[in-house]
Structures are given as structure tokens and as C-alpha cells.
């Protein structure tokens, strides 16, 4: 038989849940002070910061065939990457290339964990580069945090403006850098110096340099920890072989603070001189040692401060480092876990992700330069002129996506006499389109009455391979 709590057991129940509640908001509302730390992984991340940004704010400038190598026209809704041109029919490219980052992910992630989350996301990039200037301007993370509990002086202003001066130049620049890949960034210079930008130039460049500051300035890890849904999901592509960084229990505890040259297995104690650098590196302040948590992004910060203190301890390396939950239980080396990445999760995101880039890439060397759309007019369905002939009204929109002007033949078949009168020979210049309008007529009984099939043969006359055979249908009274 049940029985209805008191109501002393209630209230304390409810001061037990406003008590934890508090403590979560203040935990969420508590700055972050991460402390710099130097060592291998540190070194991988800045070689990712670098190559990752130099990419983004430099390929903007990169000239091609006298145009912007890579560029997203959305005027002449023309999408240039080098020498390749895309346009609005080709959607079907950019569909596979999600697919491809999609499972590049579910890859990555099966094997080593958030890889991305701590190397390569823009959001740990932006992060990184405000924290660097913030060390450069105010200190270390010590005298960050001094900085801020004491009281404004002309000191504590002067500083504080530097850096969101910096901050602020640094989001502008990049707003400008993002809108220079719709607008060609030359372009968006020569306004810049009579500040001439239209009103969506301006108001894109503000808005995503404001979200730069915003973010990397002040949110920080609040967007990895409440805002990213990536972090909600991982937990499913994960399995025992997966790699994450993970913290030696067996080893470590019972963790304490010890002398150097104490014999600390005598008193007891594991690897772990509880020194908390490990949670003072954390961009995002979790303690690896409560095992692995959503919060993590795993940019291994904590495995190189808590190397740093193994070396001084003289102790082993790797008391927090990149392993699976199998080999922790196991004892495996190496060797056993790198034999146990490759697992059939693995292998079929690989097979997947290899067959999808392969198709892409063939699909993209074989493309004809060429394409072509058949649009009826809607105006005129079908007419029947006075000769007795059947006419109906086409315009076919013939797109030459290559960088040289090309000439092309226009025929139609698939009814017998079927004809137009109007050009047959068009030139097109590079990475322009042409609509031409053809009025096709055919005698009545070539065809039943309703919908036939005919086809537009539009060929380059100097090379026949590049050639396109479009259907259309043709309606007879």
C-alpha cells in the first residue's frame, strides 16, 4: 500500500531541487577563465587554426581567369570554384556534398570521437583567436580574473577597450571576409573606401561579425554546451572502440596532493596529485575525471597540462589520454586499439563515404559544359494555323558552363516534319546563358491527338561530343 509523503519530506524535496537548480544557473552563468597550455595537441590545434582560416579569409582573394576563384554570384545565380561553373540545376552537387560532410562525420566521429568539435569548428576557431588576443592584452587567465573583480580604473578601461577593440576589428573583418564570397571582394573594397555597400552588404557583414563577437566574446562555451545539438547526438555514433579523451581511474585514484620525491603508493594514493590543471585548461570547465561528458569537445587541452605535470612528477604520461572504454577495461597498448578502429561501423561509414566522393568526383569530370532547359509556353498551349500545320511555342534556355564561348546547332526530332523557323546557330560567350524561343510546327497527322514526344538536339558544332538530347512534348488539338 502506498503511502503519501509528509509534508516536512515535500518541502525538503523542494528546497532540494531549488537548491540544485540555483547551483545549476550559477554554474551556467559563471565566466570561464581557461588556462594556456602548450604541448602537442595544442601544437595540432593552432596548425588547424591556421590552415582553416588562411583558407577562409584567403581564397576570397585568389584570382582565376580574370574572376574570383571561388565565388557564390547570387545575382547571376552562378556559383564559380576554380574552373568549375554551377548553377542552379546543378543542386544536385551541393545535396551530395552535405551527404559526404554528413557521413565525414559520423566517420570521424566513430573513430576519434569529437575531432571536429575540438580541431576544426568554427565556433572553437573564433574561440581560440579571442582568448589568444584577450591573453596578449590582459594576462594570463589569473590576471583576467583579477582584472574583473576589481574596480573600473583608467587601467582596467584602457585594457578592456583594447581588447574589444581588437575583438570587434577582428568580427568586422570577418563579416567582410564572409560577404566577399557572394560579393567579389575587390568589389566590396573599392565601396568600402566611399562606403558605398548596399543595404544587404552592410547589413550581412554586421550581422555576422556581430554574431562573431557575440559568440566567441561572450557566449563562448555556452554555445557548445546548450546551443549546438551536435553534442546531444554524439553519444549514438559512440561505442566501446571509440577514441575520446578519457581519464585512467585504475591508475589515478585515490588521488591526492603529495611531495615530489614522496612514496605515495606506500600512503595510498594513484597517479592523480589532484592539482585541477586539467579543469583549469577546459574551454568548456567540466573535470575530465568524472569520465566522459556531453560537455566535452575533445580538444585534449587536459591531456597536455596533465602530461606537463606527469613530467614533472616523474611519472608516466597518459594518466588523461586519447583511448577507448574497452581498452581501459582491457589493458590494451596501441596496437589493440588501432586493430579494433576498423569494426563495422567503421567500415561501413567508409565504404559509404568513398563510394558517395567517388560518384561525386566522376560526376563532376565527366559534366558536359553544356546544359539545356525546355520551357512551353503557357500562354499558348497549341495553335493550328491556317496551312493546316500544328504549332507550339518553346524557349529553351541553353546555358554554356565552361570559361570559353562556345557555338551551337539547334535541331528537333521525334515527329515526322516537324520544324521551326528561327535560328539554328547560337553563340554563347563563357559562363552565360541564352533563350531562344522556337515556334515548332508539325502537319496534324503526324502525331495522335494529345501529348507526343519530341526532342531537342542542341550540339557544339566544333566538337559533337558536347551535346545534349532534351525531351519535350508536343500537344496535338
Given at each position: 500500500m502506498s503511502r503519501t509523503p509528509s509534508s516536512g519530506n515535500t518541502s525538503g524535496t523542494q528546497a532540494a531541487k531549488k537548491s540544485a537548480g540555483k547551483q545549476h544557473f550559477i554554474a551556467v552563468n559563471?565566466?570561464?577563465?581557461?588556462?594556456?597550455?602548450?604541448?602537442?595537441?595544442?601544437?595540432?590545434?593552432?596548425?588547424?587554426f591556421w590552415g582553416i582560416q588562411s583558407v577562409f579569409y584567403g581564397l576570397c582573394w585568389?584570382?582565376?581567369?580574370?574572376?574570383?576563384?571561388?565565388?557564390?554570384?547570387?545575382?547571376?545565380?552562378?556559383?564559380?570554384?576554380?574552373?568549375?561553373?554551377?548553377?542552379?540545376?546543378?543542386?544536385?552537387?551541393l545535396a551530395l556534398l552535405l551527404i559526404i560532410s554528413a557521413y565525414a562525420l559520423f566517420l570521424f566521429t566513430a573513430i576519434g570521437g569529437r575531432l571536429f568539435c575540438g580541431y576544426a569548428c568554427p565556433q572553437t576557431l573564433f574561440t581560440s583567436l579571442f582568448l589568444w588576443i584577450e591573453e596578449k592584452i590582459e594576462g594570463n587567465h589569473m590576471a583576467r580574473v583579477k582584472l574583473d573583480q576589481a574596480p573600473m580604473s583608467s587601467r582596467k578601461f584602457i585594457l578592456k577597450f583594447a581588447k574589444h577593440s581588437a575583438w570587434l576589428i577582428v568580427a568586422v573583418w570577418t563579416g567582410?571576409?564572409?560577404?566577399?564570397?557572394?560579393?567579389?571582394i575587390r568589389t566590396l573594397v573599392a565601396q568600402f573606401s566611399d562606403f558605398s555597400f548596399s543595404s544587404w552588404e552592410l547589413a550581412w557583414i554586421l550581422l555576422y561579425g556581430g554574431l562573431v563577437y557575440l559568440d566567441a566574446g561572450f557566449l563562448r562555451e555556452q554555445i557548445c554546451l546548450f546551443m549546438c545539438p551536435y553534442a546531444r547526438f554524439q553519444s549514438v555514433m559512440f561505442d566501446p572502440d571509440t577514441l575520446v579523451v578519457t581519464y585512467d581511474v585504475e591508475r589515478g585514484e585515490p588521488r591526492g596532493a603529495r611531495a615530489k620525491n614522496d612514496d605515495y603508493k606506500v600512503q595510498g594514493k594513484g597517479d592523480c596529485?589532484?592539482?585541477?590543471?586539467?579543469?583549469?585548461?577546459?574551454?568548456?570547465?567540466?573535470?575530465?575525471?568524472?569520465?566522459?561528458?556531453?560537455?566535452c569537445i575533445g580538444c585534449s587541452a587536459c591531456i597536455d597540462a596533465c602530461d606537463q605535470v606527469m613530467d614533472k612528477m616523474n611519472y608516466p604520461r597518459g594518466l588523461i589520454r586519447y583511448s577507448t572504454e574497452r581498452a581501459l577495461a582491457k589493458h590494451w597498448g596501441r596496437k589493440e586499439i588501432i586493430r579494433h578502429l576498423i569494426r563495422p561501423r567503421t567500415i561501413i561509414y567508409g565504404v559509404i563515404l568513398a563510394l558517395l566522393v567517388t560518384a561525386t568526383a566522376y560526376g563532376i569530370a565527366t559534366r558536359l559544359p553544356l546544359k539545356v532547359d525546355v520551357i512551353r509556353d503557357r500562354g499558348v498551349m497549341s495553335r493550328e494555323l491556317d496551312n493546316g500545320m500544328i504549332e507550339n511555342l518553346y524557349r529553351l534556355q541553353i546555358m554554356n558552363v565552361s570559361e570559353v564561348a562556345h557555338r551551337y546547332s539547334i535541331s528537333v526530332s521525334g515527329l515526322e516534319g516537324a520544324d521551326f523557323d528561327a535560328e539554328r546557330i547560337v553563340e554563347i560567350p563563357a559562363a552565360a546563358s541564352r533563350i531562344v524561343t522556337l515556334a515548332v510546327r508539325a502537319p496534324a497527322e503526324s502525331g495522335k491527338k494529345g501529348s507526343n514526344r519530341i526532342y531537342f538536339d542542341v550540339a557544339e558544332i566544333s566538337d559533337p561530343k558536347i551535346a545534349v538530347h532534351e525531351k519535350a512534348s508536343f500537344l496535338v488539338p
Open positions: 559563471k565566466k570561464i577563465y581557461p588556462r594556456s597550455v602548450k604541448g602537442v595537441f595544442a601544437r595540432w590545434r593552432w596548425i588547424f585568389l584570382p582565376w581567369n580574370g574572376r574570383q576563384a571561388f565565388l557564390c554570384d547570387l545575382a547571376e545565380r552562378k556559383f564559380y570554384a576554380f574552373n568549375l561553373i554551377f548553377w542552379p540545376q546543378d543542386v544536385i552537387y567582410f571576409t564572409f560577404v566577399g564570397y557572394f560579393t567579389p596529485v589532484d592539482c585541477d590543471i586539467c579543469v583549469q585548461v577546459c574551454p568548456t570547465g567540466i573535470d575530465i575525471r568524472n569520465g566522459l561528458q556531453s560537455e
